[in-house]
């Protein structure tokens, strides 16, 4: 028997992972979630705010087997976005390419690769974000990490910035032992970082107040209160991961082949200038800027809005022009912020602040 073949299933497909580019990978069991009681609880906080697709997916998110009749394991694998690189006005996760194109693409590959090691076609799916699972349930159960006090799903020799996802399938693999420990221990640095004060409580995040779903998920104004605190912020966020011990001593550099290296529109370039290129993008422009991009889900009406807002915070008298320039902006949206933009950098300007 070759040596291939004596490696169990399991270990072959994890070292499949492994080779498409995956940085972690474990099995799990399906079932209900272990978490799902703090799930329910999250959502009838209201702290979902408009995701609406987050209580639509109840039942599902509950119970792993649902989403996939026939079911019942998940390889769950992590893919590293960096955490080397310098912090910005862009997250970390979001200056690449889209990770749900390049993450579905290799889960898919390792799912055709895990049929013709057995032999026949198996029921699966990959999810990257991209349907009703409690990824990080799921990860923790696979042994991939505990969840930090940040919410994020945390290793200890890779730190949290990483994408989860899981190809579902209807094999009974054996599954890895879950991730029991909790290593956060006393520190509360990421509670204590947030500038929005988004955490109601360790791993409870009130996802309203988050620069991330401000930025991102919201579609519409953004609550007058949280502007300023958002400061530079103009996609995303990553300050509550950036201050984790873990992150700082663990996180890796992107390769230069990764598909998560920054892309040119966005380059090397400050809050201020990237918030004024936005600002003044036709669609056609924003378009071509953000090809593959996952900045394309805030549509151009949620970065000109966040740029105004970025602008509010950061920008000078000089900005006033761009700003004017966005009050004839076809979508209300714009034009409000953009007001409320130039009415600040007056007040920062009178003030000297
Ligand atoms: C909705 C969502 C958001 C929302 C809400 C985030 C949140 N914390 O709930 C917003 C828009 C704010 C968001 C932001 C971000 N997100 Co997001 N998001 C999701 C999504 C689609 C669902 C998450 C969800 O179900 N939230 C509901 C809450 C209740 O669940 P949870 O936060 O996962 O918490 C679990 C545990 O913490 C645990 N738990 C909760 N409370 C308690 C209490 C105790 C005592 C215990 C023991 C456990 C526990 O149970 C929960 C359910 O399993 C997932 C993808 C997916 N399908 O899972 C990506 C996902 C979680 N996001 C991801 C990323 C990368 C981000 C950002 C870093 C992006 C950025 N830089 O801006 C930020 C991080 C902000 C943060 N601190 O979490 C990654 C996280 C990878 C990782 N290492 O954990 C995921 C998995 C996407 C992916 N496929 O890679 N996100
Ligand atoms: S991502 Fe930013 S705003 Fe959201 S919880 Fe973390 S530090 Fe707070
Ligand atoms: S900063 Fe501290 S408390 Fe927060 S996730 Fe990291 S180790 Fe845990």
Redesign the pocket.
């Known amino acids: 028997m070759s040596t291939a073949t004596s490696l169990s299933l399991e270990t072959r497909t994890k070292a499949q992972a492994f080779g498409l580019g995956f940085d972690l990978a474990g099995i799990c069991a399906l079932g209900p979630?272990?978490?799902?009681h703090?799930?329910e609880?999250?959502?009838d906080q209201g702290?979902?705010g408009t995701?609406d697709?987050?209580p639509r997916g109840r039942d599902k998110?509950r119970d792993s087997r649902l989403p996939v009749p026939g079911a019942m394991s998940a390889i769950v694998v992590?893919?590293s976005?960096g955490g080397r690189e310098p912090s910005g006005p862009v997250?970390?996760?979001?200056r690449g390419e889209d990770?749900?194109d390049v993450?579905l693409e290799r889960l898919r590959a390792l799912h055709r690769w895990l049929d013709e090691e057995l032999g026949y076609q198996t029921a699966g799916k990959a999810?990257?974000?991209?349907?009703?699972?409690?990824?990080?349930?799921?990860?923790?159960r696979a042994g991939l990490?505990w969840?930090?006090k940040?919410?994020?799903?945390?290793?200890p020799s890779l730190g949290?910035?990483?994408?989860?996802?899981a190809l579902l399938v209807d094999v009974a693999l054996q599954p890895d032992a879950p991730f029991e420990a909790?290593r956060c221990g006393t520190c509360t640095r990421?509670l204590d970082a947030?500038p929005t004060d988004?955490?109601v409580?360790?791993?409870?995040?009130d996802?309203t107040r988050?620069?991330?779903?401000l930025?991102?998920?919201l579609k519409a104004s953004i609550p007058e209160p949280l502007r300023e605190p958002i400061g530079d912020r103009l996609?995303?966020?990553?300050i509550?991961?950036d201050v984790c011990p873990y992150n700082v001593k663990f996180s890796r550099a992107l390769s230069a082949d990764s598909p998560y290296a920054v892309r040119e529109s966005l380059g090397g370039k400050d809050a201020g200038t990237l918030a004024r290129e936005i600002l003044g993008m036709s669609p056609d422009e924003f378009t071509a800027a953000f090809r593959g991009s996952p900045m394309k889900r805030a549509k151009v009406r949620g970065l000109k809005r966040n740029a105004a807002v970025v602008l509010a915070n950061v920008g000078t008298p000089e900005d006033s022009q761009v700003l004017t320039h966005a009050l004839a902006d076809p979508e209300p949206l714009v034009r409000e912020h953009a007001a409320w933009a130039l009415e600040r950098i007056r007040e920062r300007s009178e003030t000297g602040l």
């Open positions: 979630a272990e978490t799902a703090a799930f609880e999250w959502l702290y979902a995701m697709y987050l998110r992590a893919m976005y997250a970390r996760y979001a990770y749900h993450m999810y990257v974000d991209t349907g009703p699972l409690l990824e990080r349930d799921l990860a923790r990490g969840f930090g940040n919410t994020n799903l945390v290793n949290s910035f990483f994408f989860l996802g909790d990421c947030c988004a955490f409580a360790p791993r409870v995040l996802a988050c620069i991330s779903y930025t991102i998920e996609y995303g966020c990553d509550c991961q």
